[in-house]
Nanobody, 122 residues
């Protein structure tokens, strides 16, 4: 069965960096786009970024463009999100997901990870 296990969340100060990881299993990893989705406290689900099967195409939400970098290692079947210059508004629970994340607003599915908390606080 599809399994996406996340790690790397935590508490950081504004301007600091954090790297999230997502270990995949139960499907042919390199046949799928992968994405990151987040939910801030009291907010809906927001698409953050997506990456193509071979890693050559990446897309970002305007709110994170220039600060976040999505990447993948198909040999390790892992997805990453490097978050730089973190801001308080980045505080959210972050989910990795199989697919482009076009349906992010619908919320978690069987193809999402368990989520990991990122808190950015002075």
């Amino acid at each position: 069965q599809v399994q996406l296990v996340q790690s790397g969340g935590g508490l950081v100060h504004p301007g600091e960096s954090l790297r999230l990881s997502c270990a995949a299993s139960g499907f042919t990893f390199d046949l799928y786009f992968m994405s990151w989705i987040r939910q801030a406290p009291g907010k809906g689900f927001e698409w953050v970024s997506a990456i193509s099967q071979d890693g050559r195409i990446t897309r970002y939400a305007d709110s994170v463009q220039g600060r976040f970098t999505i990447s993948r290692d198909n040999a390790k079947e892992e997805l990453y999100l490097e978050m730089n210059d973190l801001k308080p508004d980045d505080t959210a629970r972050y989910y990795c997901a199989r697919g482009s994340g076009y349906d992010a607003q619908n919320g978690p599915s069987a193809y999402w990870g368990q989520g990991t908390q990122v808190t950015v606080s002075p």
